[in-house]
């Protein structure tokens, strides 16, 4: 990966000469051989899509320079524009660098399989130097960044630059025989954190590998992943993000969701491990015989942390655990009780989660007493944030750096750190590799800060670097070690009444309705221990101001104590200060023996204490049962909105259907009465034809042939004619 930074860096400058040249030597042939030039270096180089702007760029400049004489003068602005662009994005979205392999097994295989139903990668040594091809980073391919951009609510686009990965780790290629044959290969499983996925984590994984380590990265498919594929190989599920009342409800919903996901966890960790047997023994299988499967680790990173300590507390079949940023809150109540005292446990944490959650490194740190392995360490790294143990600082450095993500350490130098940390630990505790491996390693990064006292606070690393400087002087070294007793157990004690009290204020004031009179005096108590550790904390700030000074004017009395009466007068303001800080210890012992008295007073409170435990876990069993009534509520409301809404449709097609209805019945009325307006018109002709005939009748009384013709013509004639115009007239009626 290094040769492409390096190509492409070549072609950068290659299309800032090009786009200079147009503007200086406007001849075709240097064009020309400037454009075969470029061609050549992007034949070399990486295709990515943030260099697009570059490739413009060059069609522009290789365009213009062979076509035109003069350049136009608005091509410089383009140009311009163009290459701050490609500049842009080659600084913000560079070529990852992965940490490169261990010398020990330099050349790393990579596999993917699904074992008992769990999607894995797997990384393993090999003897292949030459053979097989470089995999591609992604695993998921584009739907891993679908997944970061549900999970955290940026663009896709913007994690386009992951496809420009490159692993050390090639395809296809045989399993390396282990240094021991008849032992096998030890064997790490590795589990994501939230929101993470299979590849943000090879640069650890396939450096481990090269330690010699078979290393299986689990995609764990409980809705935390950024993607995992499914069963069918085809479709993908992604993150699922738990509802906002969970969020708001952290003890009671949403907890409930975090640690069920946990055990989700665990159960793919351990169907891994029963993989393992199918693995060994698969005479057909890449891994036949290769592995050692009484030496086995687990590694995670934060919600993956969780889930290794928890997968160990239930299998015994793990044998070590290292935990990188563990996220200890989802996990069960034993576990937290109890640690994993029976195993190896190595913890290492950033330095933003030593500094700025203060309650979780609390956790830590009881969690890592708790682990009483005699191999069990517990560290932070300086300048490091969450995502400095995954992989995507370096692929946006800057941007990870800018958005808090990551610390300043250089990412490529924190994982290569990381894993060789991890490497070390695993042989020197599952291995049982000698000399002092981990110690060595652990000693070449100034960066490490050793954790694994109980304290681990700066007030005792202060206290003891003033104490080696009074150390100088016997007056001076007894007032100085009682202030330094009084820092550490002012500290300590400050620590420990504050975790008792800040527990049973929270019942206090979670359960302030059902308080009695009891409650009030146990919560007036423990105000009033707050009050008293606010005055400790504000006295121990000042003793050590103090503490200061007085170091101050000790380096001032070694450098400039020349004479007599300047050493005295040095040394009567030295003891004035002394008696000053001696006078605040003592201010401190009073409120110390004031607050162990309040403490008596809350244990004798305890009982009350139990009780609101008690109606908390009552009230958040009633609260679950009541946010399930409220649901159904809500679906019979949907129901009942949606049978309403039909019941209007229904309605108001009736009511259409009605006045069509009626205005087919105004028609129909409306043609009877035309209809019987006719016929009474024929009645009455027909009347009127039947009394023309009478009066015809009547004054033929004389029969005669002339009179019988005349007759025929004048009466029976007209009479045969009205006949047939009535017989057309009733068929005209029929019809109609």
């Not at 050793?450 to 670097?465: F, N, V």
């Not at 108590?525 to 008293?532: E, K, Q």
Request: hydrophobic share 40%; charged share 20%; proline share 4%.
């Amino acid at each position: 990966m290094k040769r492409q930074v390096l190509v492409e860096f070549v072609v950068l400058v290659l299309l800032l000469v090009q786009s200079v040249f147009l503007h200086v030597f406007p001849g075709q042939v240097i064009h020309g051989i400037a454009a075969a030039v470029l061609v050549l270096a992007f034949v070399l180089h990486t295709w990515r899509v943030e260099l697009t702007p570059g490739y413009i760029l060059f069609l522009l400049n290789a365009g213009c320079g062979l076509t035109l004489r003069a350049p136009p003068l608005w091509l410089g602005w383009v140009q311009g524009v163009l290459f701050i662009f490609v500049i842009a994005a080659t600084f913000l979205f560079p070529l990852p660098l992965f940490p490169p392999p261990s010398p020990l097994h330099p050349h790393v295989g990579c596999v993917s399989m699904r074992l008992r139903g769990v999607d894995c990668r797997i990384f393993y040594p090999t003897n292949a130097k030459d053979v097989g091809k470089a995999l591609p980073y992604l695993h998921h391919g584009k739907h891993l960044a679908i997944g970061l951009h549900t999970f955290i609510k940026l663009p896709a686009w913007f994690f386009a630059s992951l496809s420009n990965g490159t692993l050390w780790a090639r395809g296809d290629v045989p399993l390396a025989k282990a240094p021991h044959p008849t032992n096998g290969w030890p064997v790490m499983i590795f589990s994501h954190g939230m929101g993470g996925s299979l590849e943000m984590y090879s640069s650890i994984t396939q450096y481990v590998a090269s330690e010699g380590f078979v290393v299986i990265v689990v995609n764990h498919d409980d809705g935390s992943a950024s993607v995992s594929r499914n069963v069918d190989e085809i479709t993908y599920s992604y993150y699922q993000r738990p509802p906002q009342s969970a969020l708001d409800d952290w003890v009671g919903e949403g907890y409930f969701i975090r640690n069920k996901q946990v055990h989700a966890r665990v159960r793919h960790v351990r169907a891994v491990l029963d993989a393992l047997v199918d693995l060994q023994t698969d005479e057909g299988g890449l891994f036949y015989e290769g592995l050692n499967l009484d030496h086995v680790a687990a590694a995670g990173h934060s919600f993956g942390g969780a889930t290794v300590l928890t997968a160990a507390k239930r299998d015994s079949r793990i044998k070590v655990v290292v935990g990188l940023d563990m996220w200890l809150e989802p996990i069960d109540a034993d576990v937290v009780a109890e640690g994993v005292p029976d195993v190896a446990v190595c913890s290492i944490i950033s330095q933003h989660w030593m500094d700025e959650w203060d309650s979780h490194f609390e956790q830590l740190k009881t969690m890592a007493r708790r682990c009483r392995h005699p191999s069990s360490a517990f560290f932070a790294l300086a300048q490091t944030r969450h995502n400095n143990f995954c992989d995507l600082a370096l692929f946006s450095p800057y941007l990870n750096q800018y958005f808090k993500a990551s610390g300043k350490i250089r990412p490529t130098y924190m994982l290569h750190m990381v894993g060789q940390l991890m490497g070390a630990y695993l042989r020197e505790n599952l291995e049982g590799e000698t000399g002092g491996v981990f110690h060595h390693q652990r000693h070449q990064y100034p960066e490490l800060i050793p954790l694994d006292d109980d304290d681990g606070s700066t007030a005792t690393s202060q206290s003891e670097k003033t104490a080696q400087t009074f150390d100088k002087g016997p007056d001076r070294a007894n007032s100085s070690s009682h202030q330094v007793h009084v820092l550490q157990t002012g500290d300590d004690y400050y620590r420990h009444v504050r975790e008792l009290t800040q527990r049973v204020l929270d019942a206090g004031e979670q359960f302030k309705t059902f308080s009695s009179c009891e409650l009030q005096l146990v919560h007036a108590a423990c105000s009033a221990v707050f009050h008293d550790l606010n005055a400790v904390k504000h006295v121990n700030r000042g003793l050590l101001t103090q503490v200061e000074v007085v170091q101050e004017k000790v380096h001032e009395y070694d450098e400039s104590a020349a004479s007599d009466d300047l050493y005295e007068k040095k040394l009567l303001k030295l003891r004035n200060l002394q008696r000053q800080a001696m006078e605040s210890a003592d201010a401190i012992s009073r409120i110390r023996r004031s607050m162990v008295a309040k403490e008596k007073a809350l244990k004798e409170h305890e009982p009350a204490v139990e009780a609101w435990k008690e109606v908390a876990a009552e009230k958040a069993r009633t609260e679950r049962t009541l946010k399930q009534i409220l649901a159904q509520l809500a679906k019979v409301h949907h129901d009942q909105v949606a049978l309403e809404k039909k019941h209007t449709l229904a309605m108001e097609k009736a009511k259409r259907t009605l006045l069509h209805t009626q205005k087919q019945c105004d028609i129909a009325r409306k043609d009877l009465y035309r209809q019987q307006f006719a016929v009474e018109n024929v009645t009455s002709a027909m009347k009127s034809l039947s009394s023309c005939a009478s009066k015809l009748m009547l004054s033929t009384v004389q029969p005669s042939t002339q009179l019988s013709r005349s007759h025929d013509d004048a009466v029976v004639a007209p009479r045969r004619q009205a006949g047939a115009n009535l017989r057309n007239t009733t068929k005209g009626l029929g019809k109609k």
